[in-house]
């Protein structure tokens, strides 16, 4: 499953907060947006709510970007072999 996600850093928890009008999930995370622990944040937050080990959980696009596409592979894959 990929999901586009527009997250918000430095919030206080984690928590998905809405939905925008053309589908992007809104999101809000703790964790500052340096030296990617905002996107290891959301990568492990993923892999909780969905079940899955966070390795199933990457960052696709938008790296550096407020808006990520992530992908989320079911368990007994893992997004190296998707």
């Known amino acids: 499953m990929t999901l586009r996600v527009k997250i918000i850093p430095r919030s206080p928890r984690n928590q998905i907060t809405g939905e ?3 589908g992007t999930v809104k999101i ?3 964790a500052p947006p340096e030296k990617g622990k905002a996107n290891e944040a ?3 937050f993923l892999a909780d709510r969905y079940g899955v080990p966070k390795a199933n ?3 696709v696009s938008g790296h550096t ?3 990520k596409l992530v992908r989320i592979s079911p368990l007994g894959t893992t997004t ?3």
């Open 80 to 82: 190296e072999s998707s």
């Open 28 to 30: 809000r995370i703790a």
């Open 57 to 59: 959980v990457k960052v």
């Open 65 to 67: 970007s407020t808006l």
């Open 20 to 22: 925008l009008s053309d």
């Open 42 to 44: 959301l990568c492990a």
